[in-house]
Every structure is written in structure tokens, then in C-alpha cells.
């Protein structure tokens, strides 16, 4: 199929529904990425994995989304960038497919993997998407709805996950993923229109964005966020039960009200984030850091969990403020150099999610071990005694 460039001046009701479309797709995959996080038990108690070990499929996730959007960069420019995004999308959607079939470990990261290649190219090409749809001055408001879908998928997409997993099986939870995978290629396929292809990208470019300084601060910046963010994040289900005293039965209403407080989060950083980038991101960074130190101290155990509910939310509007903002700040940076520097953006971005999960992991297995250990010599000495 021949690419077309659009037009100067597009019908912006056909650009803003391209833009809606794109933040359905980034609600599917999202929630394909995340699905584990709400239904971690669940799945550890089937596999037989301790839920530490568990994490390996956020981990496994995360590298292999970040190998996948590193190697986007090289595809061939005349492979229509459209028809790349819904099969990107078919393929997240055969990956859950395979997961309800899933009957082994190796089995499910299997499924898994095919699903983070997907997923890795598919957010390496949103953000120059976006940037092709929308004039400069719009970027932003496009970038936060297309991050509205991330927030939208922590609002329904994992108490969903975790509620069907609860309710019916956890390979329910990934049959209708699957399934709304499905709908938003169909959706992405009738309402993106046909985009010039970026020119082939060179090894010298790359060379030229790591001797950036702005661009290499934000990339560190990023590593650093991310891994301290989905280090918790991802063992959020156990660690509310475990340390906060959060009755199970009230597990899903507080993701819901962290996903809601992260689509708020959107919206504020849609409104603002154009003329205020910078000051946004430091102040949404202290506060979810503030909220998510809180919550690490297990103090709150003796109060209602409601409190620990104010500090989840205050811990995802912050944190989907930043993501929209670090998202904009690249792809104004980046200048003509954009689909590759947002390549490298999701390459550390995703495999700071894995490095994260793996960090936590770690942590809570350390603990655990240490726990074990001080329980030994406290029945020891009662022994003694």
C-alpha cells in the first residue's frame, strides 16, 4: 500500500479520533502488560511459583519490550506504519490467546514474550504517530490522551483482571484481554489514516542523540523512575495485604481508585502540561514519591485502609503526571530525530519495568527470608526456655 502524508491542514475530527483510537490500543496493551499485577497470587499458587518468583513475567516482559522497541528503529520504511500498528495489536492479542493455553512456567512466558514484542514495537512508533497526527503546540494534549489509556487501563483494566481472575480463573482475565485486543486493531484500523513513513534510520544518529545531554538526562531520569516505581507496583497486591492490612476483598476497589487518580492525573497534565512541563513533572514527582514512601513504612496498618487508599491515589495521580510529562519533554527534544529517540525512550522505559519487578522481587524475598530466619531463633529460644 502506498503511503500518503496528510494533508496540512486534516479534518481535526479525524485526527482527534486517530488520537482516541491510539489511547484505546494503549488501554489493550497496558492491560495485557499489567494483567499479572492484580492477579499475582493467583497465578503463583497455579505455576506453583512463590509470588517474587511470580514477578518473572513482569520482568521477562519488560527486557523483551525493550529489546522489541530498540529494534523498531530498523524496520523498512515502506512496511505501511498503519497496517504495523494493527498487526502489532493482532499479535498482543494471539499472545493472550496462548496464555489461556498455558499449562507450564515456560508455557506462559512463552505466551508472554510474543506478546512484549508487540508490545515494545507498538510504543516505540506511538509517540512519532502522535507527532505526525497533531500540530507541535498540540503535542501534548495528544500525548495525554493517548496516556489516558494507560491510566484508563489501571482504572478498569486491572481491577477487572483481578476481579474475572477472582471470579472465573485467571485465564479468563487474559481471554478477555485477548479479546478487547482484537476490538481496538478493529478500531485502530478504521479510524488511523495513512501516514508518511519516517526515512531509514542511521547508526550515526544514535550516536548523535546518547551525546545529547538533555536527551541522556532524560533517559536516565526515566531509568531511575520507573525501576523505583515498578519495583513497588508490582507486588502492590501482596504488599497492601501483607504490610498495610488491606482486607482482600478491598484489593480491587483501591486499584480502581489509584487507575482513577492516574486518568485524573492525565487530565491535569493534558491542561497544563503545554505550558508548565517542567515545574509539573518535579512537583508530581514529589508527591507520588512522598505517597509511595508512606506507604512503604507500614505504620498505616493500625489506621482504616482508607488512608492507605488516599496515598495509592496520590501515588498514581503523581506518577501518570510524569509519564505524560518525561513522553512530551522527549518528543519536543528530539526534533527531527524523534522516532529513533523515542525507540530508545521505550527501550529504558521498558526495561526498567523489568529491572523493577526484578528489584522488587528481590526485596520482598530478602524480607521473607528474613522473617523465616528471625521466627527460627525466636522458636528457638522459646525452646531453651
Known amino acids: 500500500m502506498k503511503e500518503i502524508a496528510l494533508p496540512l491542514n486534516p479534518t481535526p475530527a479525524r485526527v482527534w479520533i486517530a488520537v482516541i483510537a491510539l489511547g484505546i490500543c494503549a488501554f489493550s496493551i497496558v492491560?495485557?502488560?499489567?494483567?499479572?499485577?492484580?492477579?499475582?497470587?493467583?497465578?503463583?499458587a497455579d505455576f506453583h511459583?512463590?509470588?517474587s518468583g511470580m514477578g518473572l513475567a513482569v520482568t521477562a516482559y519488560g527486557w523483551v519490550g525493550a529489546l522489541a522497541a530498540l529494534?523498531?528503529?530498523?524496520?523498512?520504511?515502506?512496511?505501511?506504519?498503519?497496517?504495523l500498528l494493527v498487526g502489532?495489536?493482532?499479535?498482543?492479542?494471539?499472545?493472550?490467546?496462548?496464555?489461556t493455553r498455558s499449562y507450564s512456567m515456560f508455557a506462559l512466558m512463552s505466551a508472554r514474550m510474543i506478546g512484549a514484542l508487540a508490545h515494545g514495537a507498538f510504543w516505540a512508533l506511538i509517540g512519532i504517530v502522535a507527532a505526525q497526527l497533531v500540530p507541535p503546540h498540540r503535542l501534548g494534549l495528544a500525548t495525554a490522551i493517548i496516556f489516558g489509556g494507560v491510566s484508563?487501563?489501571?482504572?478498569?483494566?486491572?481491577?477487572?483482571?483481578?476481579?474475572?481472575?477472582t471470579l472465573a480463573g485467571w485465564r479468563h482475565a487474559f481471554l478477555a484481554v485477548a479479546l478487547l485486543s482484537l476490538a481496538a486493531a478493529a478500531v485502530l484500523c478504521s479510524t488511523l489514516p495513512a501516514l508518511a513513513a519516517s526515512t531509514p534510520v542511521r547508526l550515526g544518529v544514535y550516536r548523535d542523540i546518547f551525546r545529547n545531554p538533555l536527551l541522556c538526562g532524560l533517559y536516565g531520569a526515566t531509568a531511575c523512575i520507573i525501576t523505583a516505581h515498578f519495583a513497588a507496583f508490582t507486588y502492590v497486591e501482596p504488599l497492601l495485604i501483607t504490610l498495610q492490612g488491606v482486607p482482600a476483598t478491598a484489593l480491587s476497589g483501591l486499584l480502581l481508585l489509584s487507575g482513577v487518580s492516574g486518568l485524573v492525573g492525565n487530565v491535569i497534565a493534558g491542561k497544563l502540561i503545554d505550558r508548565h512541563l517542567k515545574g509539573l513533572?518535579?512537583?508530581?514527582?514529589?508527591?507520588?514519591?512522598?505517597?509511595?514512601?508512606?506507604l512503604g513504612t507500614g505504620r498505616l496498618a493500625l489506621l482504616p485502609f482508607c488512608f492507605s487508599g488516599l496515598l495509592l491515589a496520590l501515588w498514581g495521580a503523581g506518577i501518570a503526571i510524569v509519564f505524560v510529562g518525561l513522553q512530551t519533554w522527549l518528543l519536543r527534544s528530539a526534533g527531527a530525530v524523534a522516532q529513533p529517540a523515542s525507540a530508545i525512550y521505550v527501550a529504558i522505559f521498558n526495561a526498567a519495568i523489568g529491572t523493577g519487578a526484578l528489584v522488587g522481587g528481590q526485596l520482598i524475598a530478602t524480607a521473607a527470608c528474613q522473617a523465616w530466619c528471625g521466627w527460627r531463633r525466636g522458636s528457638w529460644r522459646a525452646v531453651r526456655c
Do not use: D, N
Open 31 to 44: 492491560t495485557s502488560e499489567l494483567a499479572p499485577v492484580g492477579m499475582l497470587s493467583a497465578l503463583a
Open 49 to 51: 511459583q512463590t509470588e
Open 71 to 83: 529494534l523498531s528503529g530498523a524496520m523498512p520504511a515502506r512496511i505501511s506504519r498503519k497496517a
Open 88 to 99: 502489532l495489536m493482532l499479535t498482543l492479542a494471539l499472545s493472550c490467546l496462548a496464555a
Open 152 to 165: 484508563a487501563a489501571s482504572v478498569v483494566g486491572v481491577p477487572l483482571a483481578s476481579f474475572i481472575a
Open 281 to 294: 513533572i518535579f512537583a508530581s514527582l514529589l508527591l507520588s514519591g512522598g505517597a509511595l514512601a508512606l
